[in-house]
């Protein structure tokens, strides 16, 4: 099994900034992917950003040039940085794992907002 937990959301202005850390532990060696995904209210959970365990990184088209995923090995944690943020990023954030199974967090809320 693998826990995950998710920090750092908040409320912040349109062009601000956040970071998010999903900080995993139990049977984390067998993890081969990390990623982001969001869902904002009365729409599907969509991806965000992915990166493998050879540092592999893939983000969504609507995000690339703003969000970044980057992990700590030394944490067990992975982070997503978001920089100059939009009213559409408002959502709830979670962070995803992947070995046999699939495993979630519990989510974090970004809301974008002035």
């Known amino acids: 099994q693998v826990h995950l937990v998710e920090s750092g959301g908040g409320l912040v202005q349109p062009g601000g900034s956040l970071r998010l850390s999903c900080a995993a532990s139990?049977?984390?060696?067998?993890?081969?992917?990390v990623g982001w995904y969001r869902q904002a209210p009365g729409k599907q959970r969509e991806l965000v950003a992915v990166?493998?365990?050879?540092?592999?990184?893939n983000y969504a088209d609507s995000v690339k040039g703003r969000f970044t995923i980057s992990r700590d090995n030394a944490k067990n944690t992975v982070y997503l940085q978001m920089n100059s943020l939009k009213y559409e990023d408002t959502a709830v954030y979670y962070c995803?794992?992947?070995?046999?199974?699939?495993?979630w967090g519990q989510g974090t809320q970004v809301t974008v907002s002035s």
């Open positions: 995803n794992a992947r070995d046999s199974l699939v495993y």
């Open positions: 139990g049977k984390i060696f067998s993890i081969y992917a």
């Open positions: 990166i493998t365990r050879d540092d592999r990184t």
